[in-house]
Nanobody, 123 residues
Framework: QPQLVESGGGSVQVGDSLKLSCTIS????????MAWFRQAPGKEREFVGS????????YYADSVKGRFTISRDNDKKTLYLQMNNLQLEDTGVYYC????????????????WGQGTQVTVFS
């Protein structure tokens, strides 16, 4: 399984932007999808968005559509999450994950997870 390491989190004001990175070590063998999830304090982990690895097509939760963008750099083996116009409700720990089964929103079907990076949005 690949190892995933997130970075780029921080504390920002409402309306600001952040770009998260997920550095991938090891081989992505039969990867179907990679995704970003987040977990706010006291809440369940929720799907943010994903990429169908073969084509690069991306999918987003309604709550972030139009504000967040997933991209990748194959040479750097890095997945990105560009977050614009951040809101208070975007606060949480952000995780990247890899799956050989899906490119959609079911967290149970993701095999490898990073340790997470904290994003805090304040007013």
């Amino acid at each position: 399984q690949p190892q995933l390491v997130e970075s780029g989190g921080g504390s920002v004001q409402v309306g600001d932007s952040l770009k998260l990175s997920c550095t991938i070590s090891g081989r992505l063998f039969s990867t179907l999808g990679m995704a970003w999830f987040r977990q706010a304090p006291g809440k369940e982990r929720e799907f943010v968005g994903s990429m169908y690895w073969l084509t690069g097509s991306t999918y987003y939760a309604d709550s972030v559509k139009g504000r967040f963008t997933i991209s990748r750099d194959n040479d750097k083996k890095t997945l990105y999450l560009q977050m614009n116009n951040l809101q208070l409700e975007d606060t949480g720990v952000y995780y990247c994950a890899e799956s050989r089964l899906t490119y959609q929103s079911n967290a149970d079907e993701y095999d490898s997870w990073g340790q997470g990076t904290q994003v805090t949005v304040f007013s």
